[in-house]
């Protein structure tokens, strides 16, 4: 008998991500949005299913595009956003019931990434990004660069970045 986690990457048909984790777009908006400054033409939302296990990171990323995170099931997801005035904002998503965030925003240009707490835990989330997504707006963090710009959250950054 196959895991929760192997049977929600085969029944919802998701693929690897290139920051890590599985998704699957699930909304491109048919509504366009064009002449936008750095990004020219962009679908107006766009959503995609997201899930991580534990073990595994969201490497550290940026988009131009503002991004809603909402928490669907199971262990609870920390999303740690690096602002561009050097702040940190630390996201933990989860059931609201059990007092976490059931949904949080991060800022266009922020640094961002994810992880699982919980051993042997997994995480489903959808974001849904506006303007939409699109890769050319995909920016994968550096190591080195980042903790040149952000020294007070070297360990973050060494945490969720690949290289």
């Not at 995609?48 to 609870?76: C, M, N, Q, T």
């Not at 800022?107 to 974001?127: E, I, M, N, Q, T």
């Not at 890769?135 to 970045?161: G, I, S």
């Amino acid at each position: 008998m196959q895991d929760p986690f192997q049977n929600l990457i085969h029944s919802l048909a998701l693929q690897p991500h290139p920051e890590g984790g599985y998704f699957r777009e699930t909304y491109r908006g048919a509504l366009q949005l064009t002449h936008l400054p750095g990004q020219g033409t962009r679908a107006v939302s766009t959503a995609i299913l997201f899930l991580l296990p534990h073990g595994h990171i969201s490497a550290l990323h940026r988009i131009k595009s503002d991004e809603v995170w909402h928490f669907y099931e199971g262990s609870p997801l920390c999303v740690v956003e690096l602002l561009p005035d050097g702040t940190r904002c630390d996201h933990r998503l989860g059931s609201a019931s059990e007092g976490e965030q059931c949904q949080a925003v991060v800022r266009a240009g922020s640094w961002f990434g994810a992880y699982v707490d919980a051993p042997s835990g997994w995480s489903l989330v959808g974001c849904t990004v506006a303007p939409g997504f699109d890769f050319a707006d995909f920016e994968m963090a550096e190591r080195a660069a980042l903790e040149a710009q952000y020294p007070q959250h070297r360990d973050v950054v060494r945490r969720l970045t690949r290289r």
